[in-house]
C-alpha cells in the first residue's frame, strides 16, 4: 500500500518538538473538553486531565451542571463552565479564545445533546478532535461530516468507526473505506483497537505501541485528551495524531513489566504519560 508507515520510535521521534524554555501557561494552547453527562462525568475528568499531563497550558472542561463539582474536585487544575441544563448538553456555549476543543466522550446521543452538536459545528472554527457520542451524532447525521474544520481528527473504535464508514468484510477494506472516507471529508481518522491505525488520505500508520492493559474502561477518553492537548501545542492535526496513539500506547508498555496487565486503568495512562514522553527526549 502506498505511504504505509509502521509508527516506531524513529517516526515519533521526527515528530515531538521540545518545550520552550520560555513559554508560559498562555502560549502553551488552552483546550476545551465537552462532553459527560449524568453517571458519565468520568470520562471528561479522564479526557481533561490527560490533556494537561499531555503539555496543554489551560484546559476548561464543558459540561452539564451535574458535573460541575465532580469536575472541580476530581481535577483541581482544570476549569469548568457548565451548560443551563443538568443532565446533559444543551448547548456549547462560551466565550473563550482556544486552541483546540475536544467533543463527544459521555455526552451522550438524545435530541437535546443532537441539535448543541448541530449548532456547535455551524459555528466552530476551532481545531478539533471528535470522540465517543461526537462521532455516533455524526453517523446519525453525514451530512454534518461537511462542517468540520478541515483535518479534524475523529477517534473512533471499531463499531464507532463501522457507524461511520458501513460495514468492511476484510482488514484492507476497512483501511481502504477509511482512506476514502479521510480524501472524501479531509479529516484525520485514528481507527483505534489492537493495533491502531491513524489514516490521512492515502497514508496510513501502524502503531507498534500498547497492549491488552489498554482494553479498560476510559482508555479512550484519555486518548482524545492526548491529542487535544498536542493540537492546542501547534501541533498539525496528524502530528497530533500518531504522537498521541504512540505516547498512548508506550504508558501501557512501560507500566506492563512493573503492575501487569488486569489492575492497569486509563488512571495509569495519565500516570505513566510523563515517562512515556521520557522514552523520547
Ligand atoms: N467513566 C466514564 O464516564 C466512561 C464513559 N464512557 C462513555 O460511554 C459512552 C459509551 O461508550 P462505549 O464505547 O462503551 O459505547 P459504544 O460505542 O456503544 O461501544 C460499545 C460496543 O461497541 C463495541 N466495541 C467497543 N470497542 C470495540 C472495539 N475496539 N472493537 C470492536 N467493537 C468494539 C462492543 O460491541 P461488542 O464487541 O460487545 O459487540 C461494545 O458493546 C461514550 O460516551 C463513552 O465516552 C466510556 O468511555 C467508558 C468510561
Ligand atoms: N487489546 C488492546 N491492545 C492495544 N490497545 C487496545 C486494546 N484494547 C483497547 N485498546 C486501546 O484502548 C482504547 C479504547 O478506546 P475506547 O474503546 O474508545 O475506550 P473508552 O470509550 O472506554 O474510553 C483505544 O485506544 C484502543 O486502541
Ligand atoms: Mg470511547
Excluded at 479526557?47 to 483541581?76: D, R
Excluded at 460495514?167 to 479529516?187: D, P
Aim: aromatic share 8%.
Amino acid at each position: 500500500m502506498e505511504n504505509y508507515i509502521l509508527l516506531d520510535k524513529t517516526v515519533a521521534l521526527q515528530r515531538i518538538k521540545p518545550i520552550p524554555e520560555n513559554t508560559h501557561k498562555g502560549t502553551q494552547g488552552h483546550v476545551m473538553i465537552v462532553g459527560g453527562s449524568y453517571g458519565k462525568i468520568g470520562s471528561v475528568c479522564l479526557s481533561a486531565k490527560a490533556c494537561l499531563k499531555a503539555g496543554a497550558g489551560l484546559v476548561t472542561a464543558y459540561v452539564p451542571k451535574c458535573g460541575y463539582e465532580i469536575v472541580q474536585t476530581v481535577v483541581p487544575e482544570v476549569m469548568v463552565l457548565t451548560d443551563d441544563y443538568t443532565d446533559h448538553i444543551t448547548s456549547v456555549n462560551h466565550k473563550l479564545t482556544l486552541n483546540a476543543i475536544g467533543i463527544g466522550m459521555g455526552m451522550g446521543q438524545n435530541a437535546d445533546v443532537q441539535q448543541a452538536m448541530f449548532h456547535f459545528l455551524k459555528m466552530n472554527t476551532v481545531p478539533m478532535v471528535i470522540d465517543a457520542d461526537g462521532l455516533n451524532i455524526l453517523s446519525e447525521n453525514k451530512e454534518w461530516l461537511e462542517m468540520l474544520p478541515k483535518q479534524t481528527v475523529l477517534t473512533p473504535h471499531l463499531k464507532e468507526l463501522e457507524r461511520l464508514i458501513g460495514a468492511w468484510n476484510s482488514h484492507s477494506e476497512m483501511l481502504e473505506k477509511v482512506q476514502s472516507f479521510s480524501v472524501a471529508f479531509n479529516v484525520v481518522v485514528i481507527a483505534k483497537g489492537a493495533p491502531t491505525f491513524i489514516v490521512y488520505k492515502t497514508s496510513v500508520f501502524e502503531n507498534t505501541t500498547g497492549n491488552q492493559a489498554l482494553a479498560t474502561a476510559g482508555s479512550g477518553d484519555v486518548l482524545t485528551g492526548i491529542v487535544t492537548g498536542l493540537l492546542a501545542q501547534q501541533y498539525n492535526p496528524l502530528d497530533a495524531a500518531v504522537l498521541g496513539v504512540y505516547l498512548h500506547g508506550m504508558t501501557a508498555d512501560i507500566a506492563a513489566p512493573e503492575i501487569g496487565y488486569h489492575a492497569f486503568i486509563a488512571s495509569d495512562i495519565i500516570n505513566y504519560l510523563g515517562k512515556a514522553f521520557l522514552t523520547l527526549e
